[in-house]
């Protein structure tokens, strides 16, 4: 697994970043990195940060049906936080692998620590099995989420505004 998530952040570093620096929506403060790649519930996925965007991404694992189409083409991924549409990417030189745009710019992320935080936070709520306490012992769907929020699966939006943890959130004033 390894070799193929230095493929993709080298492709990404060596081959995409060059073509993307003179872009507006480029953040000089970010370099690409991977955070997070592990095999979990049968997918190879973590998060890729680069200094114009960053994405949740699936490796290929054997067996994977998603490996032979074309680019471009969206397929669904079951994460315990939801079913997401991610888009089959394949950049010069890489492997095939799927991304889903979790920030089109990441102009806001003052330096990279704050966007591995990021990172890493997206991965543990993608992960997060609802079915499983977390906080006090208790559901988190009941504990932290209005009723109304917890009808469907966590969007993307909900899960990068920290629906689950806004309602828990002392107000300060």
């Known amino acids: 697994m390894q070799p193929m998530i230095d493929k993709l952040v080298s492709v990404y570093r060596d081959t995409v970043r060059p073509r993307m620096q003179d872009l507006s ?13 592990m095999l979990r519930d049968g997918q190879c996925s973590g998060v890729l940060i680069t200094p114009w965007c960053m994405n949740l ?13 074309p680019p471009g083409s969206r397929v669904e991924a079951v994460f315990p936080a939801g079913t997401y549409l991610l888009t089959l990417s394949l950049p010069a030189g890489s492997e095939p692998h799927l991304c889903l745009t979790l920030f089109t710019t990441v102009l806001a992320f003052p330096h ?9 936070e997206v991965l543990r709520r993608m992960y ?9 012992g208790t559901d988190p769907l009941n504990a932290r989420l209005d009723r109304e929020e917890a009808r469907g699966p966590l969007s993307r ?5 920290g629906r689950w943890t806004r309602a828990a959130a002392p107000v300060r004033r």
């Open 128 to 136: 997060l099995e609802t079915s499983q306490p977390e906080y006090g």
């Open 112 to 120: 990279q620590d704050m966007a591995r935080q990021v990172a890493d």
């Open 57 to 69: 991404v699936l490796l290929p694992v054997d067996g994977d049906s998603w490996v032979g189409l």
């Open 157 to 161: 939006r909900d899960l990068l505004h």
């Open 25 to 37: 929506v480029y953040n000089a403060a970010l370099q690409v990195e991977a955070r997070g790649f």
